[in-house]
């Protein structure tokens, strides 16, 4: 079986619920359940004996390798970690904690368990660490996008912990020969994004008549991926990677935070006009910058089509459609997310 840890978050959710709609092999998940995990994710695999739910942190040491001996996955995908990147502005310490200690403390415990598999298990056995390409830092207008070459640059308290936990991920297959892959994908979006991050936040506020912030200028510019093409390019990598190496994932999307707003905007006034005839748009509001904000992401992602035939079947324009839609159906998923402690977040960050 493949062991996942995340899978109640973002992308996890959407990487277990694809894995079953593609594959036969059950999915133990790992996830502690913090702010960002959450079981109305997995609703639909309630009846489904492929799929075993534990809750637990990466970084406990004795429940991972208890679940290891028991278990015996032939996999590990590791999306848990800290992931909002004001988040790790504001507090940094949970960042160093899971994506720190708590990969290495989760690659501690596979490399004892992987050092016991016979010869065949350990030659096919593989680590994959989902990781992001904020690591490379910031670019300009006029340079290349980021290959799977391009120097680690990490300018947040959170890219920094992605980045040294790509390095201990690097460092156990070279040191001990642990087969790992890592995973550099640029910004996801779709069906279960939490709505502290830009898109599920501006969708949600504009529908509550709310200012919708954004950071500075808003022309900072991010390479966005609809998040079920994240998924196929996991997979193709889990089968068909050469551990050891790392593969650059993104949607040859590069638009600018207010374009992306404005977008989201023009298809809520078609799918849900205002009483009052206004646009959405009128509800933009510039607010603070970012401390630190990277100016610019894009991805290279010529490795993983030309090695493994990847490539995303989504463009801009088809996924973010079928985003709104998820979103004005699902209004239910965002209502019961958006709690206290959300609110408490909304109330630091924006005042
Ligand atoms: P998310 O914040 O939505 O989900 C993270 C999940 O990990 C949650 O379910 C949470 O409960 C769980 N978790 C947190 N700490 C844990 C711990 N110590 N032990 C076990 N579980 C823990 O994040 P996401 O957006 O789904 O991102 C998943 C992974 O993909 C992360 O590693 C992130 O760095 C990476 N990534 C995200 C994006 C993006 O655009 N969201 C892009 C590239 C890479
Ligand atoms: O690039 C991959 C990364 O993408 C992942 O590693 C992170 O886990 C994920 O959260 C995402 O990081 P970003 O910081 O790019 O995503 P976010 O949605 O927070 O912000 C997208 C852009 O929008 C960024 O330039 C900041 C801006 N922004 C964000 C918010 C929440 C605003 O202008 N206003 C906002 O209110």
New binding site residues.
Partial sequence: MLLVTGGAGFIGSNFVLDWFANCVEPVLNLDALTYAGNMQNLASLEKDKRHTFVRGNIADTSLVSELLSKYRPRAIVNFA?E????RSIHGPEDFIQTNIVGTYRLLEAVRLYWSGLSPDEREAFRFLHVS???VFGTLSSEDAAFCESTRYQPNSP??AS?AASDHLVRAYYHTYGVPVLTTN????YGPFHFP????P?VISNAVQGLPL????D?L?I??WLYVADHCTAIRRVLDAGTPGETYNIGGRSEKT?LD?VHTLCDILDEYRPKADGTSYRTQITF?KD?PG??RR?AIDARKIQAELGWKPSETFESGIRKTVRWFLDNADWTRSVTDGSYRTWVEM??G
Avoid: F, M, W
């Fill in positions: 970690a992931s909002h990147v004001d992001t390409d904020e959170y890219s992605k994908c640029s910004n996801n502290e991050k830009l898109i936040l912030p954004i950071y500075g808003g900072q991010r390479d935070n992306v607010v970012r904000h990277d992401y960050q924006y």
